[in-house]
């Protein structure tokens, strides 16, 4: 994908070295965006192989509101290993925020006030089919409240989606961008997400839009970048999904058709 091959030479370019709290150092820029138009094609990473099976694993836990990686998590791909706690949870992270934001209402009735819960997901998907002008279809996971009951704090805050003309687009923000690592899953993570979407609300999944806040490449990762940029780029593949709710999908009912990709590329995981 041109539009992430850009994203690389740029940032090699023009970024500054920045220190980080892994304390494995980076070179990074702040604020960059990139646009995939899903109708050419699912946006999954061809100059490197990216376990597709594992962003679905992840997305359909997202979507399940999970919170811990023995949720038919773990066995599937590494990705939050080494952020759990030995019972494998994280707290509230993406998934519980996303279906279970809490919020307290005052009950009459025993003058206290009762937990109650947003699902965020639900929600959204109903303004799309019944508010598809609304300006306020999004979904965050940066609850200020829960940051500090979290493994990890939610990298893409937020997403927001817009309907026009029979097509669904989503703009992702993304607070801190693993480039090497991150940003090719998150990529597909959200374009499958809003074709999901899109097709239980009969639209054309359309632009995804990702803007990156602090987009950075670690130092140990450069030399393996610089190899995908010697890498000529692949036909995209093609997403097939079965006729079913966005909530209700399985694994099963989620395929890629002819996916080309050059060989995999080891990068270590800055914890």
């Known amino acids: 994908m041109k539009q992430y091959l850009d994203l690389v030479r740029y940032i090699l370019a023009h970024g500054e070295k920045k220190e980080d709290r892994t304390g494995t150092g980076t070179i990074a820029v702040f604020g960059y965006q990139m646009k995939f138009d899903l109708r050419q094609g699912f946006p999954l990473l061809t100059t490197k192989k990216v376990l597709f099976d594992g962003v679905v694993y992840e997305l359909l836990w997202f979507l399940r509101g999970a919170t811990n990686i023995n949720d038919d998590l773990k066995q599937h791909t590494p990705i939050w290993n080494a952020w759990a706690k030995e019972d494998g949870e994280l707290g509230p992270v993406y998934g519980y925020q996303w279906r279970k934001w809490e919020k307290f209402v005052w009950d009459e009735k025993t003058k206290t006030y009762q937990k109650h819960y947003v699902d965020q997901i639900a929600q959204v998907i109903e303004m799309i089919k019944n508010k598809p002008d609304s300006r306020r279809i ?74 990156l806040g602090d987009a950075h490449i670690y130092l140990n990762h450069i030399e393996g970048l610089k190899i995908q940029l010697t890498r000529t780029p692949k036909p995209l593949p093609v997403l097939k999904l079965n006729n079913k709710k966005t909530l209700e999908m399985t694994f099963e009912d989620i395929k890629l058709e002819n996916y080309q990709h050059e060989p995999f590329i080891k990068f270590p995981i800055a914890v």
């Open 138 to 211: 999004i979904v965050s996971a940066w609850n200020v409240a829960d940051l500090e009951r979290m493994a990890l704090p939610p990298c893409h805050a937020f997403f927001q989606f817009f309907v026009i003309n029979g097509r669904l687009d989503c703009q992702l923000y993304q607070r801190s961008a693993d480039v090497a690592l991150g940003v090719p899953f998150n990529i597909a993570s959200y374009a499958l997400l809003m074709s999901m979407i899109a097709q239980e609300c009969s639209l054309v999944p359309g632009i995804f839009v990702h803007t």
